[in-house]
T-cell receptor
Framework: DVKVTQSSRYLVKRTGEKVFLECVQD?????MFWYRQDPGLGLRLIYF???????EKGDIPEGYSVSREKKERFSLILESASTNQTSMYLC?????????????FGEGSWLTVV | AQTVTQSQPEMSVQEAETVTLSCTYD???????LFWYKQPPSRQMILVIR??????QNATENRFSVNFQKAAKSFSLKISDSQLGDAAMYFC???????????????FGKGTLLTVNP
């Protein structure tokens, strides 16, 4: 079975803290994504990566950065957390082989910034 | 840039009845994929069904089927014999079939919250 694991389901952080959200996939997928989900806004793409050490900005990259040092791991970094970054964050992965281009999602990380 | 629109923020259906969720999209590409994802209260996104734009036949998966109208850029989801477990947020999504860079990303609609009444 395909598995995308987000290490933290629920986090509470203080304004100004540096926050790391970690995501690991076990399917040898080339592509990995970070989405943010807010009520009434659906899922919005923050960053994605189509290869190790490669990254591209999505639709709402401001205030975020990412790291992909290994193929299986894609980290989302909030350099200085702010209250407007309180949200649910979804990690996903995909490739163009075998799985028919389907994107697989993790269970989500709920982040509250106080 | 591609956009996906779900015009029904909420829908409800009686158990065992049929419901159709609407989705329209805008793209200048001729070849792409369309998806419906389900997100139950657990928040785990689950793939319901996928359609390849070059295929004229509508995709079906058990009680779930789509009505894909390429010229109209419409991709609706029909759920037959609705069950209580179908209650969830449903997202329509688009992905380019081209390879390389940003073509791999999914663009989502804002979702339709489906309630199933017993």
């Amino acid at each position: 079975d395909v598995k995308v694991t987000q290490s933290s389901r629920y986090l509470v952080k203080r304004t100004g803290e540096k926050v790391f959200l970690e995501c690991v996939q076990d399917m040898d997928h080339e592509n990995m994504f970070w989405y943010r989900q807010d009520p009434g806004l659906g899922l919005r793409l923050i960053y994605f990566s189509y290869d190790v050490k490669m990254k591209e900005k999505g639709d709402i990259p401001e205030g975020y950065s990412v790291s992909r040092e290994k193929k299986e791991r894609f980290s989302l970094i909030l350099e200085s957390a702010s209250t407007n970054q309180t949200s649910m964050y979804l990690c996903a992965s995909s490739d163009d082989r075998g799985t028919g281009n389907t994107i697989y999602f993790g269970e989500g990380s709920w982040l509250t910034v106080v | 840039a591609q956009t996906v629109t779900q015009s029904q923020p909420e829908m409800s259906v009686q158990e065992a009845e049929t419901v159709t969720l609407s989705c329209t999209y805008d793209t200048s590409e001729s070849d792409y994929y369309l998806f419906w994802y389900k997100q139950p209260p657990s928040r785990q996104m689950i793939l319901v069904i996928r359609q390849e734009a070059y295929k004229q036949q509508n995709a079906t998966e058990n009680r779930f089927s789509v009505n894909f109208q390429k010229a109209a850029k419409s991709f609706s989801l029909k759920i037959s014999d609705s069950q209580l477990g179908d209650a969830a947020m449903y997202f329509c999504a688009y992905r380019s079939r081209n390879s390389g860079g940003s073509n791999y990303k999914l663009t989502f609609g804002k979702g339709t919250l489906l309630t199933v009444n017993p």
